[in-house]
């Protein structure tokens, strides 16, 4: 990828950083918590993909690593759902 | 050996070398015998108590002493001593079983050796420190913190310090062998035909990358609740009341959840080596392949899955819900189910095959059956209404002692089955199958009248009366269990200098290729670069290797063969300089291969005296003060010494490396590495979550955090990642391009980014430190609550990660202002990886943090 290309995706961070500020000025937070709470969290793991995908180049190595990167998510993920689910 | 061949390394006979050494043979060996001193360390302790408990009351130890002995003889056995034994034979059998000339970053497998060494003696340290940590080697919350410690509790923080290190290590092992197993093995090598030995220790390195990690949480945060005065385990945070709980009432739980999402993977971690040792054992003392064998692989890889998904059947006494223990308890049957099938595969290998019962087989067959005891009663603790009645008893007790101290017995069977190859000396057989009887009289006289007396509460010193008989028993078995191992040490020390030679391959039908080698095998391996392109094992010569590397290039040495000194930054080698004079296995950038390095050592030097006045520092003794500081300096400095030190290990010119074929090994490492940290912050993140949940997820905000708490710091950090992210990018960008001022000005960028980030963060918590409000009078700290201890801790984890970043980056601009990386963008590529990782983390925490 050249510098063009890293540039776009760093615009792109940079706005949805700032959308999810937005969510909480515009008071989303105290309204509607939960629909705040599920914008602001899908923002994050685009941008966290984005940052995967492009500035670590995940796209263009072979699918082992990505599967490699979901192992330990879905580790940890594991962890917090069901650990958090024992006690409600 | 002439010294020109030894590169460096002084003679077996030098103590010099065994502190330099980082060739893996030599490591295998220093770990064999590190874990034997633990294990008679532990042994020491058991019997200490075993003899408190001939009969009720302690009377010996005083309860005190009994409380630090059981519960320091459960942590030196399970960690100290069982899987740093199976190590031993991963280091010195992995390479040779895969046709590698060493691991893949050997400095780095000996870090992990001293950081292990050195943890130990922090452990042992503790005793002296007014008592050790005395409350279960499961270390359940709340009595796991000081406030609930005797004493100052310096010797459990010293405690909990040494197993951070200790998981430090297996995390740097784990990510070695990793890429080894990725990245050299023999041409023609498939995963799936590699022995089965290699491929239980992959599979149980896969488990340590993740489970540790989460363990390496667990301690942070507990070693932080004793150090920095976060209440993560504790109820009660004002030091007057400590029963109740309404304050944090998800702290024990938490300890619970973390620890046993480690915990059950962990006994697989410890059983794995020692079914592959036994798979190994019946197939060369049967003389047949193991029957079924691609089934036994199927099953050992559904069972390391499945492994991270079973935890809570150690909980279902606490407070968690029916509908989860329903789920727990199917999936611990569902376990037991691959292991069923593991168990029949050995026992009609050796029904089929025609046995010869020498020392190795006989442990091999008593581990067999000494686990389908321990699994039939481990399957009864399963099942929820069972283990209410068993949960808490002796039952339990002799439940994971028939399973672990099985896989112990497998892998002294190991240790007798490669003890020819690793001294080339023959052991007694006679004395060995004595060994074995007295062991195997020992062990059951000594663990099955624990199943009687099950009722017998577990980790207590009172018990019935009636029940005198059989822990007298007991203690007997356990004498004479000790004084079995004697006759394995007098075997093998003797044997040094009396047994016969043993030849290349003493054990006929062995067929792995450690034995195609002298006994013991010379510093690099094999006479060529191996391969068994046409079916069976043979080495390719200089030419061979040129003739098949230079032209296509592909996976060659042109490409990515002999590039980076572990640990350091890449440097490219050519095929070209291999001399067709130089003997036949030192091809292409091999030449130069480096097994020597004293830095490893002094890292892991600093680090014990770091750590030993770490637990200390919260007393404002002047002493553990400097210790901290001059071992935090010590370890800086020989980092920095290893990373400037020229050091050679070259990739093989030609291996087998699905799945990572094209990815080039520091890169590969890199992302193991990054994979296990994913876990780390999961369980910070994960643990955030779970005392938010338990506390009430909307009260949370309201109650405990303060109105001063706000956005924009937040906000603000979050450009700042983001923008140097992307200068990192362009740093890569401009080194590609040969651009020397762009290179260095992104990197600056990075790093003044990352300062403004740090100093932001500083200025933040110093406000809210210092804030005078009706709800906070006294400030919002660490200590102050729940939410301020998680908001603490899981950023500062996240700065203490910037600030590494920052130390890198600040050397690679220095670096680049002197003109590297021009034309080779890969060491800041690799950099890249880590802080883009660094960046996604914040991209979570700010949210969670600051906004929800
Ligand atoms: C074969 C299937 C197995 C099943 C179904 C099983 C099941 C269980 C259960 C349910 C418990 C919790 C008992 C309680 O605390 O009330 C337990 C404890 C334990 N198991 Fe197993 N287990 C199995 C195999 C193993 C293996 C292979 C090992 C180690 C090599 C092992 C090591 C342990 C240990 C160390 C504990 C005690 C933990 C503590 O200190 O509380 N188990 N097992
Ligand atoms: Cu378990």
Not at chain 1, 23 to 45: C, H, P, Q, R, T
């Amino acid at each position: 990828m050249d510098w063009k290309g890293y540039t776009v995706i760093y615009v792109v961070l940079f706005v949805f950083a700032t959308a999810q500020a937005v969510v909480e000025f515009a008071g989303l937070v105290d309204s509607a918590y939960w629909v705040a709470f599920g914008v602001i969290m899908v923002l994050s793991v685009v941008k966290a993909v984005g940052v995967a995908a492009y500035y670590q180049h995940l796209r263009w190595e072979p699918r082992s690593v990505t599967y490699l990167v979901l192992g330990g998510t879905v580790a940890a993920l594991a962890l917090t759902a069901a650990a958090a689910y024992s006690i409600v | 050996m002439s010294d020109a061949h030894d590169h460096g390394l002084p003679p077996k006979s030098s103590v010099s070398r065994w502190f330099l050494t980082t060739n893996h043979k030599d490591i295998g060996v220093l770990y064999l015998i590190t874990a034997l001193f633990f294990l008679v360390f532990g042994g020491l302790l058991a019997l200490l108590f075993r003899l408190e408990l001939i009969t009720p009351g302690a009377d010996l130890l005083g309860s005190l002493g009994y409380n630090q002995a059981v519960s320091t003889h459960g942590l030196l056995m399970v960690f100290w001593f069982i899987s740093p034994f199976a190590f031993g034979f991963a280091n010195y059998v992995v390479p040779l079983q895969i046709g590698a000339d060493d691991l893949a970053f050997p400095r780095l497998n000996a870090l992990s050796y001293w950081l292990y060494l050195f943890s130990g003696v922090l452990m042992g340290v503790s005793f002296f420190q007014g008592t050790t940590f005395a409350g279960g080697w499961t270390m359940y919350a709340p009595l796991n913190t000081p406030a609930y410690i005797p004493g100052e509790g310096l010797g459990a923080t010293s405690v909990v310090l040494a197993l951070i290190m200790f998981t430090a290590a297996v995390t740097l092992g784990s990510v070695n062998f990793l890429t080894t197993m990725y990245r050299m093995r023999a041409e023609g090598l498939r995963m799936r035909d590699i022995p089965i030995f290699s491929l239980s220790i992959n599979l149980t390195v896969w488990m340590m990358l993740f489970a540790f990690a989460a363990l390496l949480a667990a301690l942070m945060i507990l070693a932080s609740d004793h150090i920095l005065g976060t209440t993560y385990f504790q109820f009660a945070n004002d030091g007057s009341t400590l029963a109740t709980d309404a304050d944090n009432p998800g702290a024990s739980l938490l300890w619970a959840h973390l620890f046993w999402f480690f915990g059950h993977p962990e006994v697989y971690i410890v059983f794995f080596p020692a079914l592959g040792v036994m798979a190994e054992c019946f197939q060369t003392f049967t003389g047949r392949r193991l029957v079924g064998r691609k089934w036994f692989i199927i099953s050992m890889v559904l069972v390391a899955i499945q492994s991270f998904v079973v935890w809570m059947h150690h909980m279902f006494l606490t407070g968690i819900n029916l509908p989860i223990k329903t789920i727990f308890m199917a999936t611990t049957i569902g376990i037991s189910l691959p292991f069923d099938l593991m168990v029949f595969s050995l026992i009609y290998t050796m029904a089929k095959g025609r046995v010869r019962f020498t020392t190795p087989f006989l442990f091999s067959l008593g581990a067999l059956i000494l686990f389908i005891v321990g699994g039939i009663t481990g399957v009864f603790l399963g099942a929820i209404v069972l283990d209410y009645q068993f949960r808490g008893t002796y039952w339990v007790v002799a439940h994971f002692h028939y399973v672990m101290v099985s896989g112990a017995t497998a892998l002294f069977g190991g240790l007798y089955y490669w003890y020819p190859k690793i001294t080339g000396k023959m052991y007694d057989e006679t004395l060995g199958k004595i060994h074995f009887a007295v062991y195997f009289v020992g062990f059951n006289l000594l663990y099955f009248p624990m199943f009687v007396a099950w009722e017998t509460p577990r980790r207590v010193f009172e018990y019935s009366r009636d029940l005198q008989i059989w822990h007298s028993m007991a203690t007997v078995g356990g004498f004479i269990l000790g004084a079995s191992m004697l006759i394995m040490f007098y075997n093998l020390f003797v044997s040094l200098w009396r047994g016969e030679d043993a030849g290349d391959n003493p054990w006929d039908y062995a067929t792995t290729a450690e034995w195609a080698v002298s006994s013991p095998p010379p510093l690099e391996n094999f006479p060529g670069v191996p391969t068994y392109a046409d079916g069976s094992l043979s080495f390719m010569d200089d030419a061979e290797v040129a003739r098949r590397t230079s032209g296509s290039g592909g996976s060659g040495v042109a490409a990515d063969g002999g590039t980076a000194a572990d640990g350091g930054t890449a440097s490219v080698t050519t095929a070209a300089t291999a001399t067709p004079a130089s003997p036949a296995h030192e091809t292409a950038g091999e030449e130069h291969a480096s097994h020597a390095s004293f830095w490893p050592f002094l890292v892991s030097l600093g680090g014990f005296v770091a750590f030993l006045g770490l637990s200390g520092v919260r007393t404002g003794s002047v002493v553990y003060v400097s210790m901290a500081a001059v071992g935090g300096l010590a370890t800086f400095g020989a980092l920095f010494g290893m990373t400037r030190e020229p050091f050679h290990a070259p990739e093989m010119p030609i291996a087998e490396r699905w799945p990572f074929d094209s990815v080039e090994k520091m890169k590969l490492g890199m992302w193991t590495f990054l994979a296990s940290d994913i876990v780390l912050f999961g369980a910070f993140i994960g643990s955030y979550a779970f005392v938010r949940v338990a506390y009430g997820w909307s009260e949370w905000h309201h109650d405990l955090i303060p109105a001063e708490h706000v956005t924009m710091p937040g906000l603000i950090n979050t450009y700042l990642l983001l923008t140097s992210s992307f200068l990192v990018v362009l740093a890569m960008v401009a080194a590609e391009r040969e651009s020397k001022k762009g290179t260095t000005a992104a990197l600056a960028g990075t790093f003044a980014l990352g300062v403004g980030f740090l100093v932001n963060k500083g200025l933040e918590w110093q406000h809210l430190f210092h804030i005078h409000t009706e709800m906070f009078p006294n400030g919002w700290n660490l200590s102050t609550n729940i939410a301020s201890s998680t908001f603490y801790l899981t950023t500062g984890l996240h700065g203490a990660h910037v600030t590494i970043g920052l130390v890198i980056c600040a050397y690679m601009t220095y670096r680049a202002w002197n003109g590297a990386y021009q034309g080779d963008d890969r060491a800041i590529e690799y950099f890249g990886l880590y802080w883009h990782f660094v960046d996604i983390v914040w991209l979570f925490l700010f949210p969670l943090f600051y906004i929800l």
